[in-house]
């Protein structure tokens, strides 16, 4: 399900230990401890049955090979998590070097066959604007093909194997000037079939992250990112009747970024999100991350989480709970 704003907000969250860096690494730490994942999500649901996503990421590169079972990379297992009404929001990675987007389009499917039953939404590619990063999927060959040619190889195949309640979608950081292009360019070199699979389209944002934004200013800009996402980048493209998702939106502590502070932009930003869902078209939003990478870490990329590495609550994980709990969709998995 992909609920409309009048149904609520879908919400998610990432649960894994291991978190991409801007050079192209990853922070790790202690391995994660499934019991405290599962009793974690279990609190930020709220109730049994309520619509909610656990985020993972599965990686196709060059070395994958066809016909066999295909592993989540983080967190592991994670099919695990989507019980009790919960269901994957799972992100196919595209990393290969030899650009071999027919060997994408096979892993897809098998994605849909392995995991479409527990899966509510596929997105295919992460953050393929991104071009600087080896951890991102903008830095492989062809990846514009990936995407145009895989969307609809993975709604075909969920709807052969009668998964209608399986979503299919991209995702992008925020775009503007020359880059605001990116989504139209898809959709026309996608064409009719590329836009008839697409369910969704999804968003990463970290505002008061990578470039300062002063407190009393935050609700304003996120507000402002959203509307031009959607009123300049999504429409001229043809794909404004989609569902906009957050995909992932987080905010870390450490040295002078306090605890208290990652609660108030965590609470800042999903208010914006459920105050404009309606008129914007906003379908629901993802945290990143649930437990730190490494909470004794040095870098930004260590400590996004609603948690320390030992699953111990800050602040935002109650408000992240209450919100939740406010804003959350209470109808049920739709098929359709």
């Known amino acids: 399900m992909t609920p409309t704003a009048q149904d609520g907000l879908l919400f998610g969250i990432y649960p894994g230990g291991v978190t991409g860096d ?174 008839a699979g697409l369910d969704y389209v999804g968003l990463d944002l970290f505002p008061d992250v990578f470039r300062p934004v002063a407190a009393p200013d935050l609700a304003q800009a996120v507000e402002g990112l959203l509307r031009h996402h959607r009123d300049e980048v999504l429409t001229p493209a043809g794909l404004g009747h989609l569902p906009l998702h957050i995909t992932e939106h987080g905010w870390p502590t450490g040295p002078e970024r306090p605890a208290h502070r990652q609660a108030e932009v965590v609470e800042t930003v999903v208010r914006v999100v459920a105050r404009h869902a309606e008129r914007l078209g906003l379908s629901g939003y993802t945290h990143f991350a649930l437990r730190d990478a490494d909470s004794s870490g040095p870098g930004l990329f260590h400590r996004f989480g609603l948690t320390t590495d030992d699953y111990t609550p800050k602040p935002a994980f109650e408000v992240m709970r209450k919100l939740v709990e406010q804003f959350a969709g209470d109808a049920g998995w739709k098929t359709g």
């Open 22 to 195: 801007d050079a192209g690494g990853l922070a790790d730490g202690p391995p994660d401890d499934p019991a405290r994942v599962s009793s974690a999500l279990d609190d930020l649901q709220g109730r049994p049955g309520r619509p909610f996503l656990v985020r993972a990421y599965a990686t196709f590169d060059d070395d994958t090979r066809p016909g066999t079972p295909h592993a989540t990379a983080t967190p592991a297992d994670a099919a695990r998590y989507a019980v009790r009404g919960r269901r994957l929001d799972l992100v196919a990675q595209y990393r290969s070097g030899a650009g071999d987007v027919d060997g994408y389009c096979v892993f897809l499917r098998e994605l849909v066959e392995q995991y479409g039953e527990v899966t509510g939404t596929l997105q295919v590619t992460e953050e393929p604007n991104v071009t600087s990063n080896p951890v991102l999927d903008g830095f492989y060959p062809r990846v514009d093909e990936a995407i145009v040619r895989g969307v609809p190889v993975a709604k075909a195949r969920a709807r052969e194997l009668g998964y209608g309640h399986l979503r299919v979608g991209f995702n992008t950081t925020p775009l503007f000037g020359p880059a605001a292009s990116f989504i139209g360019d898809l959709a026309d070199r996608g064409g009719e079939g590329f836009i």
